[in-house]
């Protein structure tokens, strides 16, 4: 099993930052990428960027791209997303989960963290 934990969200206002952090713990050997995903009230869960654990390949929704960064620390086996210049319609439930790299699928997921922004 593998537990994620994700902080970090909160209120904020149209062009501020918020850095989110999802800490994995439990039989992480079997996690080689973390992805955030979000979902909006009333929309379908989308994917926001991902990352492994091993290596530097990250990737990221077109949303995502120069606003939002995907890191990780791997001494403490936690990833973050950096969210900056954030806009009303980033208003969502974060959440990150895991997959080995032999799956498509996110088998592992953490609980979500509110992200608001306001106008």
Do not use: H
């Amino acid at each position: 099993q593998v537990q994620l934990v994700e902080s970090g969200g909160g209120l904020v206002q149209a062009g501020g930052s918020l850095r989110l952090s999802c800490a994995a713990s439990g039989r992480t050997f079997n996690t080689d990428v973390m992805g955030w995903f979000r979902q909006a009230p009333g929309k379908e869960r989308e994917f926001v960027a991902s990352i492994r654990w091993s290596g530097i390949n990250t990737y990221y929704a077109d949303f995502a791209k120069g606003r939002f960064t995907i890191s990780r620390d791997n001494a403490k086996t936690t990833v973050y997303l950096q969210l900056n210049s954030l806009k009303p319609e980033d208003t969502a439930i974060y959440y990150c989960a895991t997959r080995s790299s032999t799956s498509n699928e996110y088998r592992y997921w953490g609980q979500g963290t509110q992200v608001t922004v306001s106008s």
